[in-house]
């Protein structure tokens, strides 16, 4: 079997086998994960959902930034104090809701100069007409830290 190409074919051939060489010899520039971030980000999800389903609202604010952006897919932006108003109305419900992050869900993500992003999903449990109501939901949330304190600056809830 003959081959015979054009000098056209051989630049082309040569470009696309250059290109794809350079896209493979690539590397990753974000550092991975230490697992110092990992226990980090995970005891923060911990404290963070210890003080939502113990309904302490002023300690579970306190985990999050002023700027704090909050997108839902059914509900856009939702403004800090529309937020954290649905949280206090949450909070004063008798209806028992509480959070638990699904094991084995969590990633964690360094942030340069930043802090962490955690994705993960979570259920939330709640009695509704005398019956417990599970739904599951997926997440992403902005850790920011700065002088040493972490804080949320954008959660991304999503998949409802």
């Given at each position: 079997m003959k081959f015979s190409f054009s000098c056209k074919q051989i630049i082309i051939?040569?470009?696309?086998?250059?290109?794809?060489?350079?896209?493979h010899a690539q590397e990753k520039k974000v550092a991975p994960?230490?697992?110092s971030l990992y226990a980090e980000i995970?005891?923060?999800?911990?404290i963070l959902f210890a003080e939502f389903n113990a309904k302490?609202?002023?300690?579970?604010?306190?985990?999050f930034t002023e700027d704090l952006e909050w997108f839902q897919d059914n509900d856009g932006l939702v403004p800090y104090q529309k937020v954290f108003e649905n949280f206090g109305n949450a909070f004063g419900n008798e209806n028992r809701l509480t959070r638990?992050?699904?094991?084995?869900s969590l990633e964690v993500h360094p942030l340069k100069n930043y802090g962490?992003?955690?994705?993960?999903?979570?259920?939330?449990r709640h009695i509704e007409n005398g019956k417990e109501e599970i739904g599951t939901f997926k997440f992403l949330m902005i850790w920011?830290?700065?002088?040493?304190?972490?804080?949320?600056?954008?959660?991304?809830?999503?998949d409802h």
């Amino acid at each position: 079997m003959k081959f015979s190409f054009s000098c056209k074919q051989i630049i082309i051939l040569s470009f696309l086998f250059l290109f794809f060489i350079d896209l493979h010899a690539q590397e990753k520039k974000v550092a991975p994960t230490s697992q110092s971030l990992y226990a980090e980000i995970a005891k923060m999800d911990s404290i963070l959902f210890a003080e939502f389903n113990a309904k302490h609202f002023e300690a579970f604010k306190n985990l999050f930034t002023e700027d704090l952006e909050w997108f839902q897919d059914n509900d856009g932006l939702v403004p800090y104090q529309k937020v954290f108003e649905n949280f206090g109305n949450a909070f004063g419900n008798e209806n028992r809701l509480t959070r638990e992050l699904v094991k084995g869900s969590l990633e964690v993500h360094p942030l340069k100069n930043y802090g962490a992003i955690e994705i993960g999903t979570h259920q939330f449990r709640h009695i509704e007409n005398g019956k417990e109501e599970i739904g599951t939901f997926k997440f992403l949330m902005i850790w920011q830290n700065k002088d040493g304190a972490w804080k949320i600056s954008r959660v991304v809830s999503y998949d409802h």
